[in-house]
């Protein structure tokens, strides 16, 4: 297991706007996933894209993967207020154990 | 589905008590992972289970956790004694085989506060 390292640590927007994150890895994965948490809750899967993928969508989510520069992105488009909230990567590789890194919080402001 | 169902939601004990946390994963999960998160350090796994068995507790602090799951639909931390220093929230989750890959469920956490 590996742990993903996100970037920025904070980012603060516009409601509207969009908001990029990424996140670096170390070695070699087999996919990656994108957790957010809301203050005070559990966190929830968001996306999963497989090693072999390049990007992948769902709603105003997009997450692109370089396995070449071991790094993924998550775009949030057209954020909402209630898109504030913390965000993980979590890079998967032989095992099922999901190591978490600081995360981006993101401030959506109205 | 009633996801994954954490009990007690609140916790709020006095230094060198017994605390018992548990967790009810989502039926059909294989494996059950324990997470603490605070704000210093994160949100650390402190031991996961597959088919009932410990794989892997590297993550438990010290002697004082301890961690079971005597059956697939259960669950329980405790810590004996607590201390000041254990007050954080901590999570449960079960995980899912999905599309690709493992997709974790998490439940809404236990808040301790040890005084």
């Known amino acids: 297991s590996q742990q993903g390292e996100e970037d920025p640590q904070a980012l603060s927007i516009q409601e509207g706007e969009n908001a990029t994150m990424n996140c670096s890895y170390k070695t070699s994965i087999n996919n990656l996933q994108w957790y957010r948490q809301n203050s005070g809750r559990g966190l929830v899967h968001l996306i999963l894209?497989?090693?072999?993928?390049r990007e992948k969508h769902s709603g105003r989510l997009r997450v692109t993967l370089d396995t070449s520069k071991k790094s993924s992105s998550l775009l949030i488009t057209a954020s909402r207020a209630a898109d504030t909230a913390s965000y993980f990567c979590?890079?998967?590789?032989?095992?099922?154990?999901?190591?978490f890194g600081k995360g981006t919080k993101l401030t959506v402001n109205p | 589905d009633a996801g994954v169902i954490q009990s007690p939601r609140h916790e709020v004990t006095e230094m060198g008590q017994e605390v018992t946390l548990r967790c009810k994963p989502i039926?059909?999960?294989?494996?059950l992972f324990w997470y603490r998160q605070t704000m210093m350090r994160g949100l650390e796994l402190l031991i996961y289970?597959?088919?009932?068995?410990?794989?892997?507790d590297s993550g438990m602090p010290e002697d004082r956790f301890s961690a079971k799951m005597p059956n697939a639909s259960f669950s329980t931390l405790k810590i004996q004694p607590s201390e000041p220093r254990d007050s954080a929230v901590y999570f449960c989750a079960s995980n899912s085989r999905g599309t690709g890959g493992f997709i974790q469920y998490f439940g809404a956490g236990t808040r301790l506060s040890v005084l």
């Open positions: 979590a890079p998967l590789g032989g095992s099922e154990k999901l190591v």
């Open positions: 039926s059909g999960h294989n494996s």
């Open positions: 289970f597959n088919n009932n068995v410990p794989i892997d």
């Open positions: 894209i497989r090693s072999n993928e």
